[in-house]
């Protein structure tokens, strides 16, 4: 039987292997990735709660953050066109103009 | 009547503030006008005042509240009574005349405005002391005379310092600087005094706390007594805190005349005689005050006895007088002491303006041994400097004579003899010192000749601008049972007993004669030439007062050199090594934390994501130990 603490363990794993790509990876795109993992992640949780407790505010929630999350990507890929177009590369290591 | 006590309370302070504007410029003549203007309207405001109080009676006037906390209220009030009245008209006919013969005498100096400017300061200052219905009032009066006078003694603050055997006061900003510190020591005490009547009487309004002080103990009044009169002391200069007037001479002679003989000096006279209901409970602090007026009467005067110096001979004789005055007020005859302060106001500032004559004429030379015959050249300074000499001998009928010998009747009265034999005594050297400066002077073989000065008498305007202080030193005296009446209506009569009264006549010819024999064995010793004789002055006591009894030498050895040591090391030790580097540890913790994060900033993205992941999973383990532990 699948039960809370299932959904529960793959909403952590899911947000553990959004955050060390978040962590690691050097590729802005790919960093994009991984907030979506993330995200998803939290959504997850929030339907399986939602569900848990017979509370639809959960789920709404989980809709609200899918919304946010389609409109940043829109931004955001807008965002990485340029830089890409700018300088070439989407690479973290080159952007480094802020530099203390 | 209240615009009255306005106008002549501001019309100073209008007067400096419209100096001050022109401090920086060169000379503008109307600086000088203008101020002796005003000075001149608070002068006819006072004496309007004056006569207001005799015929009606006391003013008073609140200008405004100026401190409300709590149960304490002191407004900024003016009390216009006798003692105030008298003083009012002392302090601004002797500045007006002052403001006008500094027209004069600052005719060349670069600060022309500027002096002005601290000179009506300085006659604010003092009209704000003696006008004040408070304590506070009178100590923000005491401390503003106390700038006015920095201000001015360290005039020429650019002359450079030199060593006590040039010149013993060193320089005008060694000089300023002394007399203000020692005014600051003395001023604790007085701020004592005021806080422990704010203490037990919860007010400093004059009339509450004297209403008060039958309800405080004896020991309680003592203290506030003692603490009061060491306020006292540093103003006016008494043993021990007497240096600084000597040395201030080397302000400006108009000064010297206003400030430092006439009129703030006495304020030191002036706050026992307003204090009169507190000191006349506690007779043994008046008995004190008595005995060390005595001692500085006759210590002064033997200063005077064996100095070289114009102005600082009159500062000592300053100090005697001033002396003569504390006798009188610590033996309670406080409307005495008020007679010979305004007496005393009047010939010596006419005695000190005529010295800046003198200077002026000898290009600032204060050594009366080079100086000897200048009556010829310089008639009128001559008359005025003999009347002012005359007056302050006590000799009939000049005002001095009137004063000084109620002071010694009073002493005798009160059966203390030491007291009057002492102050006798410094009558007849006060006559020796004063005419051996007038023969040394005006007398005698014409010395300056030699030493290529050329002697010119002041301009006409100055000479007539001392005109009224001649006369006051003249008729002043006539006026004793007229000024008596009207003090009385404040201080206490002082009735002298049958057995005095009948001494009179005797006391008044044994003073007149030892005062005329002074003045004889000076005219035999130096009307002709000036002797000197070189075994005198090289016998120890003659040392001794000539180097003023080596107490600034003392002080400076015993006092200054050692605080000044203990400064070094709380500066080197204490300042520097324990606040100074704890101050900069904090700051070098700062920076070298701040030097050491700023590598966080590497500018990449990956690196302030891991700081924040970091950040995020130490706040959400805080949060599970917080929900775990309650």
């Known amino acids: ?100 | 009547m209240e615009s009255l006590v306005y106008t002549a309370l501001f019309a100073p302070l209008i007067g400096s503030l419209f100096a001050a504007l022109f401090g920086m410029k060169p000379k503008t003549l109307w600086t000088g006008v203008v101020t002796s203007l005003l000075l001149f309207v608070s002068f006819v405001a006072s004496v309007l005042l004056l006569q207001h109080v005799m015929a009606v009676g006391p003013v008073h006037a609140t200008l405004m509240d100026w401190i409300v906390a709590g149960d304490m209220r002191i407004p900024f009030g003016f009390n216009v009574d006798q003692v105030t009245a008298v003083m009012m008209v002392v302090v601004t006919l002797v500045s007006t005349v002052v403001h006008v013969y500094s027209n004069g005498y600052m005719e060349h100096d670069k600060g022309f405005n500027r002096f002005f400017s601290y000179l009506s300061a300085f006659v604010f200052s003092m009209l704000v002391l003696v006008m004040s219905d408070n304590f506070l009032g009178l100590f923000i009066g005491w401390e503003g005379v106390g700038v006015c006078s920095w201000l001015l003694i360290g005039f020429w603050y650019h002359k450079e310092d030199v060593t006590r055997d040039i010149n013993p006061s060193i320089s005008p900003s060694w000089a300023a600087n002394e007399a203000f510190i020692m005014n600051r020591i003395a001023d604790l005490g007085m701020l004592v005094g005021i806080f422990l009547i704010y203490w037990n009487v919860g007010s400093l309004q004059y009339d509450t706390v004297f209403a008060a002080v039958p309800q405080m103990s004896h020991t309680l009044l003592v203290a506030i007594g003692i603490f009061l009169f060491i306020g006292a002391m540093g103003k006016s200069a008494q043993f021990p805190l007497h240096t600084w007037l000597a040395d201030a001479m080397e302000g400006p002679t108009p000064v010297s005349a206003l400030i430092h003989a006439a009129t703030m000096v006495t304020a030191g006279v002036y706050l026992v005689i307003r204090a009169y209901p507190l000191y006349s409970t506690i007779p043994e602090v008046g008995y004190f005050i008595a005995l060390l007026g005595t001692f500085v009467a006759i210590f002064a005067a033997s200063m005077a006895l064996v100095n070289r110096d114009l102005k600082r001979i009159i500062a000592y004789s300053t100090l005697s007088q001033l002396g003569y005055m504390f006798a009188a007020a610590g033996l309670g005859a406080y409307w005495v002491a008020l007679f010979h302060l305004a007496a005393h106001a009047f010939f010596k500032a006419l005695l000190f303006l005529g010295a800046g004559n003198v200077m002026h004429a000898m290009n600032d030379e204060l050594d009366i041994f080079k100086m000897g015959g200048l009556k010829k050249v310089m008639r009128w300074t001559y008359l005025y400097m003999g009347v002012a000499s005359l007056a302050l001998c006590g000799i009939w009928p000049l005002a001095g004579f009137y004063s000084k010998d109620t002071i010694l009747e009073v002493a005798f009265n009160e059966h203390t003899y030491g007291i009057w034999f002492v102050l006798w005594l410094t009558a007849g050297l006060t006559a020796f010192y004063s005419f051996r400066l007038v023969f040394l002077t005006f007398w005698s073989d014409e010395r300056y000749k030699k030493y290529g000065f050329h002697p010119h008498e002041v301009q006409k305007y100055v000479l007539w601008a001392m005109a009224p202080l001649g006369i006051l030193a003249v008729i002043f005296g006539w006026w004793k049972e007229e000024f008596m009446e009207f003090v009385t209506g404040l201080l206490p009569a002082y009735e002298v007993s049958e057995h005095t009264h009948h001494m009179v006549p005797i006391l008044i010819a044994v003073t007149s004669a030892i005062a005329i024999g002074g003045i004889v064995v000076a005219y035999v010793l130096y009307h002709k030439r000036l002797r000197r004789n070189p075994k005198i002055e090289a016998s120890l006591p003659y040392r001794i007062l000539s180097n003023q009894y080596y107490i600034p030498i003392l002080y400076e050895k015993a006092i200054s050199k050692p605080y000044a040591e203990l400064s070094d090391i709380a500066w080197k030790e204490i300042d520097m090594q324990v606040v100074d580097a704890t101050v900069d540890g904090i700051a070098k913790l700062v920076e070298e934390s701040g030097d050491e994060s700023r590598k966080m900033q590497t500018g990449n993205l990956s690196d302030y994501l891991k700081w924040m992941a970091a950040g995020a999973i130490i706040l959400a383990v805080l949060a599970v130990v917080a929900v775990v532990k309650s």
């Open chain 1, 1 to 100: 039987m699948i039960g809370l603490s299932h959904y529960l363990i793959l909403a952590a794993l899911l947000f553990s292997i959004g955050l060390v790509g978040v962590i690691r990876r050097k590729n802005l795109l790919m960093l994009f990735f991984a907030t979506e993992i993330m995200l998803n992640a939290a959504n997850v949780a929030f339907a399986a709660i939602s569900s848990y407790y017979h509370d639809l505010s959960g789920q709404m929630f989980a809709f609200f953050i899918i919304a946010v999350a389609a409109s940043e990507v829109a931004v955001g890929l807008g965002l990485l066109i340029l830089l890409y177009k700018k300088y070439g590369t989407l690479d973290l290591d080159n952007f480094t103009m802020l530099k203390g």
